[in-house]
């Protein structure tokens, strides 16, 4: 596609539940990020996908939260048991380089999850 | 571990003014920095970087941002301010070893009025 992809747009989903956020990459981009952005404030690292493999699963905030990339190109960001503080904008971005070092990050339009 | 900070909640400008949005960085090495905007219902959109080379970078939409190594600052910069470039910014911070991937600051909210 042209862009980053990512669904749903909104998620409203009831505390204790299961949710599966997607991102759709760039085509060709090897590097996917995830990121988190709370109301105010800047996006949260999350975690980075070189290829198949997460290379920096470190910003995860417990292991509640689970993200998989199994052939390369899209990605799914799992959370178990949300609770009301997951609720945020759920980014996704891709690179054509590897860490980002020279190459900016394109970013879907993000995925609004709200836990009632 | 990295940081960025921008002192600033929110800028208020008029039409046809410059342009001054903060950023100031805590990183080990040298940095890369960037800047992005963030229009409503808009993902965030890549403005300019600094990687190495000239202090004084220029970007998309007639932006530009000057690097100071001493004050470890990355200020966002316009001449002339259009009302349509109001919208959130980030500045963003990547080291050059360790977490290879982007901090960004908390945002600045641009308001140009008319």
């Known amino acids: 596609g042209a862009g980053v992809s990512q669904t749903p747009s909104n998620k409203v989903t009831e505390k204790g539940k299961y949710v599966e956020l997607r991102c759709d990459p760039i085509s060709g981009h090897t590097a996917l990020y995830w990121y988190r952005q709370s109301l105010g404030q800047g996006p949260e690292f999350l975690i980075y996908f070189q290829g198949t493999g997460a290379a920096d699963d470190s910003g995860l905030p417990n292991d509640r939260f689970f993200a998989v990339r199994p052939e390369g190109s899209v990605s799914t960001l799992k959370i178990q048991r949300t609770e009301r503080g997951d609720s945020a904008v759920y980014l996704c971005?891709?690179?054509?380089?590897?860490?980002?070092?020279?190459?900016?990050?394109?970013f879907g339009e993000g995925s609004r999850l709200t836990v009632l | 571990a990295q940081s960025v900070a921008q002192p600033e909640d929110q800028v208020n400008v008029a039409e046809g003014n410059p342009l001054t949005v903060k950023c100031t960085y805590s990183?080990?090495?040298?940095?890369?920095l960037f800047w992005y905007v963030q229009y409503p219902n808009r993902g965030l959109q890549f403005l300019l970087k600094y990687i190495t080379g000239d202090n004084l970078v220029k970007g998309s939409y007639g932006f530009e941002a000057e690097f100071n190594k001493s004050q470890t600052s990355f200020h966002l910069k316009k001449p002339s301010a259009l009302v349509s470039d109001s919208a959130l910014y980030f500045c963003?911070?990547?080291?050059?070893?360790?977490?290879?991937?982007?901090?960004f600051g908390s945002g600045t909210r641009l308001q140009v009025q008319p």
């Open positions: 971005a891709s690179s054509l380089i590897y860490g980002g070092g020279t190459g900016e990050l394109f």
């Open positions: 963003a911070v990547l080291p050059d070893t360790g977490r290879r991937a982007l901090t």
């Open positions: 990183v080990s090495g040298n940095p890369y």
